[in-house]
T-cell receptor
Framework: DVKVTQSSRYLVKRTGEKVFLECVQDMDHENMFWYRQDPGLGLRLIYFSYDVKMKEKGDIPEGYSVSREKKERFSLILESASTNQTSMYLC???????????FGSGTRLTVV | AQSVSQHNHHVILSEAASLELGCNYSYGGTVNLFWYVQYPGQHLQLLLKYFSGDPLVKGIKGFEAEFIKSKFSFNLRKPSVQWSDTAEYFCAVNANNDMRFGAGTRLTVKP
């Protein structure tokens, strides 16, 4: 069974902390994505990557950065966490346009 | 940029009732269409997808969706819902490698 694994299910961090969210996929997918999911807003794209060391901004990249040093791993970084970044973060991967995304279980981040 | 609209935020049905969840999108070109489901406490899962061909597509668990190009719609249907269908449903549209999700519809099925 193909998998996208997010390292933490729940995280609580303090304002100003640097936060790392890790995502690993075992499907050899080129394309990986980070979304945040908020009630009534659906999924909003933060960053995506189509290849190793490649990254592109999504719709809401402010306050975030990403790293993709290996094909299977795509990390989301909150440079200085703020309370408005409290959310559910979802990682997804796909092998191409014609295929659906495979999602991880999500990381619920609370910034206090 | 394209957008995806899901008209119903929260739908409450009794078991055995029929379901139709609306989804409209704004992009005028070629699109790939998806419905995802998120059961309570679980990750998003693909329910069904449309790329080309028969505009009526069947997915898992008895769900189906119909692509109506002239209406820019991709509505999700199920003839008879079950309590286990309680979940949040997301419509998604992919055009030119740009995937957009709707805001989601929460479905509550009363036993």
């Amino acid at each position: 069974d193909v998998k996208v694994t997010q390292s933490s299910r729940y995280l609580v961090k303090r304002t100003g902390e640097k936060v790392f969210l890790e995502c690993v996929q075992d499907m050899d997918h080129e394309n990986m994505f980070w979304y945040r999911q908020d009630p009534g807003l659906g999924l909003r794209l933060i960053y995506f990557s189509y290849d190793v060391k490649m990254k592109e901004k999504g719709d809401i990249p402010e306050g975030y950065s990403v790293s993709r040093e290996k094909k299977e791993r795509f990390s989301l970084i909150l440079e200085s966490a703020s309370t408005n970044q409290t959310s559910m973060y979802l990682c997804a991967s796909t092998s191409g346009d014609n295929y659906g995304y495979t999602f991880g279980s999500g990381t619920r981040l609370t910034v206090v | 940029a394209q957008s995806v609209s899901q008209h119903n935020h929260h739908v409450i049905l009794s078991e055995a009732a029929s379901l139709e969840l609306g989804c409209n999108y704004s992009y005028g070109g070629t699109v790939n269409l998806f419905w995802y489901v998120q059961y309570p406490g679980q990750h998003l899962q693909l329910l069904l997808k449309y790329f080309s061909g028969d505009p009526l597509v069947k997915g898992i668990k008895g769900f189906e969706a119909e692509f109506i190009k002239s209406k820019f719609s991709f509505n999700l249907r199920k003839p008879s819902v079950q309590w286990s269908d309680t979940a949040e449903y997301f419509c998604a549209v992919n055009a030119n490698n740009d995937m957009r999700f709707g805001a989601g519809t929460r479905l509550t099925v009363k036993p």
